[in-house]
């Protein structure tokens, strides 16, 4: 699988007209349980339901674009398309099929609309002096969403985007080059080997806590929110002044005490930082409190912390 093919196969997806919103993993199965969607009937079906499909499902060229890609994976009578592609405002994303089981996958969902909108109203609220970026950075990118959003609101900036996952940047790399976005992509955990201060962070990071411990889902701590914790702790050593940290993630509710927000007093009380906080969704991820991690909680809610450094 090269970028080059990869980005070829984008490209012609996206010149179809492709369009499809992602839901949630368990919206997903109980929509495709219908006997009606075992099979896939167009790119819909193939791309953003992750359906098995026979050849005339899609157009010969796109099944000759999978093939170079190698994102086709024979399945039975048929095969199934190893990516996924979702579109967000305006712009088309490739990231891993249904269901997202390795632990390397390239997640997206509902979440990632909701990232994508909060830096998209933030930057729109702020078009003067307070919202000047030159350096932007999207903290473990995987799709890249954040990214190539603010890429190309603030074209002029230097926008990172960074993961310890090697397949999410190859995708966000082939999605910022279709959306046309300047965006650099670069392996840290954090900002490890990432130099100089950012006039704007942005984050969607892990916030569950996972068995398995995959990459894309794992957020450490005792509820999911180590990771969380860890990226705002960066809004003291790595904004430049005036700089801004848009966190968004979720947070465990146990006995009406969100645990996230309990923990980020002590990161988050020096005087060079002003931040609000915000219950974005008071219930997602519902599944998630029948595993044994959640037997205490009332809830799974997603949140957006914006911090910013005061000039000095």
Known sequence: MTSDNLLHFAMALKA????????TPAT??????????????NATDVFGWSRPFREDAISPQLFEAMRNAEVLVTQGEGWVSRVRA?????????????????????FFGPDSYRFANAIAQYLSNNLAGD??????????????????????????????AVDINDMALRYTAVNAQLAGARVVVQHSDLLDGIAG??????????????????????GGGSFGEGLSLAIAGLAQTRLAPGGTLLLYTGTTIIDGTDQFLASLAPILGDSSLEWDYQEIDPDVF???LAEPAYAEADRIAAVLLTARRTRS
């Open 286 to 288: 519902g599944e998630e």
């Open 86 to 106: 979702s579109t967000l405002r305006g712009q088309l994303f490739l990231h891993s099929a249904y269901p997202t089981t390795a632990s390397d996958a390239i």
């Open 16 to 23: 179809t007209g492709y369009s499809f919103t992602t839901v």
């Open 197 to 218: 201060d950012f006039d704007l962070i942005v984050a969607n990071p892990p916030y569950l806590l996972d068995a398995q411990e995959r990459t894309y889902r794992h």
């Open 131 to 160: 919202a000047r970026v030159r350096r932007a950075v999207d903290i473990g990118c995987g799709a890249g969403p954040g990214a190539v959003i603010v890429a190309l609101e603030r074209p002029q900036a230097d926008v990172f």
């Open 28 to 41: 997903h199965a109980r929509v495709n349980s219908r006997l009606k969607n075992a099979w896939a009937h």
